[in-house]
């Protein structure tokens, strides 16, 4: 599966060190067990997102159903489908109340610098039916607690909705969600376009 040199996932590592870029490339790209069980996850979650105008909000549903992505063939048991509900039950309210949905949709945040190889996937977007709301939703399937106040993977997926939807309003409220079943549940962070234009774009500038 193609990866961007600089993905939003990345960001942190290479903010923190900027050699690592470099340094894994000498390495070849293997997953452990516990990546290749939440792309599992999110291979369930995109088709739950996206089957059939949400006809698996209960992802009870998904039980016993065989899927077969990148890292091989599984099956749906209930522990997984338990963690996918989690996500649904946060997605559901918004889109029942007129927001549009997209599922596993690729962003491009180096649009904004004339850049080909800064883009990333977002597993979940909302945007308000005003679109002066727009939230971007990560999915972790791990059980580490991951904070979503100022991370550097959900501020290149905000600066990415910035870059492909072209939003100048500098009043547009931005929202990044960590779900993440195993760990703290759902974790939020807000900001604004005018804050992701002016002050963290310049720094993630610096990283890359």
Same mark, same amino acid.
């Given at each position: 599966?193609?990866?961007?040199?600089?993905?939003?996932?990345?960001?942190?590592?290479? !903010? =923190?060190?900027? +050699?690592?870029? @470099?340094?894994?490339? #000498? &390495?070849? $790209?293997?997953s452990s067990p516990a990546a290749i /069980?939440?792309?599992?996850?999110?291979? !369930? =979650?995109?088709? +739950?997102?996206? @089957?059939?105008?949400? #006809? &698996?909000? $209960?992802?009870?549903?998904?039980?016993?159903? /065989?899927?077969?992505?990148?890292?091989?063939?599984?099956?749906?048991?209930?522990?997984?489908?338990?963690?996918?509900?989690?996500?649904?039950?946060?997605?559901?309210?918004?889109?029942?109340?007129?927001?549009?949905?997209?599922?596993?949709?690729?962003?491009?945040?180096?649009?904004?610098?004339?850049?080909?190889?800064?883009?990333?996937?977002?597993?979940?977007?909302?945007?308000?039916?005003?679109?002066?709301?727009?939230?971007?939703?990560?999915?972790?399937?791990?059980?580490?607690?991951?904070?979503?106040?100022?991370?550097?993977?959900?501020?290149?997926?905000?600066?990415?909705?910035?870059?492909?939807?072209?939003?100048?309003?500098?009043?547009?409220?931005?929202?990044?969600?960590?779900?993440?079943?195993?760990?703290?549940?759902?974790?939020?962070?807000?900001?604004?376009?005018?804050?992701?234009?002016?002050?963290?774009?310049?720094?993630?500038?610096?990283?890359?």
């Amino acid at each position: 599966m193609s990866h961007a040199e600089f993905s939003p996932s990345g960001m942190k590592r290479k !903010a =923190l060190c900027p +050699a690592s870029h @470099a340094a894994e490339a #000498a &390495y070849p $790209d293997r997953s452990s067990p516990a990546a290749i /069980d939440g792309t599992h996850t999110h291979t !369930a =979650l995109e088709f +739950a997102l996206s @089957a059939g105008g949400f #006809a &698996y909000y $209960d992802a009870g549903a998904l039980i016993g159903m /065989d899927f077969e992505d990148h890292e091989g063939k599984f099956v749906v048991d209930k522990a997984r489908a338990d963690r996918i509900q989690v996500a649904l039950d946060f997605v559901k309210p918004y889109v029942e109340n007129g927001w549009t949905l997209y599922a596993e949709k690729k962003v491009n945040p180096g649009n904004l610098i004339f850049r080909g190889d800064w883009w990333g996937t977002a597993d979940i977007i909302l945007i308000s039916p005003d679109t002066m709301h727009i939230i971007v939703a990560d999915y972790k399937d791990g059980s580490m607690h991951v904070n979503p106040y100022e991370n550097d993977h959900g501020v290149s997926y905000l600066l990415a909705i910035v870059a492909d939807w072209i939003l100048l309003d500098p009043k547009v409220q931005m929202e990044f969600v960590i779900i993440q079943p195993k760990a703290m549940g759902v974790s939020t962070w807000g900001t604004t376009v005018e804050r992701l234009t002016n002050y963290y774009l310049p720094k993630m500038v610096e990283v890359i």
